[in-house]
């Protein structure tokens, strides 16, 4: 479940970044 809440994490700064 790791992989997966980091992928979420990752999508989500990289959204809030742009």
């Known amino acids: 479940f790791v992989e997966?809440?980091?992928i979420f994490f990752?999508?989500?700064a990289k959204r809030?970044?742009?």
């Open 4 to 6: 997966f809440l980091y």
């Open 10 to 12: 990752l999508l989500c």
């Open 16 to 18: 809030h970044i742009l």
